[in-house]
């Protein structure tokens, strides 16, 4: 397992629409555990393979943050089916680092996807689940939490963003 670099608004991957995964294979089953080693070692909540570079419908989870075994969710080509309520919290992103504003969410989703044996599982989340749940859906359909902002907001944060990569360049 390898922990991976995860790309920083700005690149052009996290706001494209990822491609769906064909086949579960070895190469899959890799991309899950590095996407898991780089999720726990950032320390985060989600990761979508958009996030490292890889265009593709892949999300890990885990609330535990690696504290708990088995507490690791992984979905290839998620899809939200259901979801109600509303809930405003504050959010922040691994590919938003030392950002964190407030987002409204469901309260409850249902989510289907497969494991990566290729059986389909559904997910019925509450809470901060559902709000990762949705956040990780969001990623591999091309949309970052600030895209729920203000447009004024949205564009501080894109604008703070540019000057630091801009700084790194020079």
């Known amino acids: 397992m390898a922990v991976l670099n995860i790309l920083k608004l700005g690149h052009p991957t996290l706001v494209k629409k990822a491609e769906p995964i064909e ?3 070895d190469a899959v ?3 899950a555990a590095d996407m898991i080693e780089t999720m726990h070692a950032a320390p985060g909540l989600g990761l979508s393979a958009p996030q490292v570079s890889v265009s593709r419908r892949l999300i890990t ?3 535990s943050v690696g504290e708990k075994e088995g507490e690791v969710i992984v979905l290839v080509n998620p899809e939200i089916l259901e ?4 809930v405003i919290r504050d959010e922040g992103c691994l590919s938003v ?3 964190f504003e407030k987002v409204a969410r469901p309260q409850k989703v249902k989510v289907k996807g497969l494991d990566l044996n290729g059986r389909e599982c559904t997910i019925e989340a509450t809470d901060l689940m559902a709000r990762v749940l949705c956040h990780e859906v969001d990623h591999i359909n091309g949309k970052l939490f600030i895209e729920w902002l203000s447009p004024l907001k949205r564009n501080l944060i894109k604008k703070k963003f ?3 990569a801009e ?3 020079t």
């Not at 979801?83 to 509303?86: A, D, H, R, V, Y």
């Open 23 to 25: 086949k579960i294979d």
């Open 29 to 31: 089953r890799r991309l």
């Open 61 to 63: 989870v885990d609330l």
């Open 83 to 86: 979801q109600e309520g509303k």
């Open 97 to 99: 680092p030392e950002v």
């Open 162 to 164: 540019k000057r630091q």
């Open 167 to 169: 700084k790194r360049k």
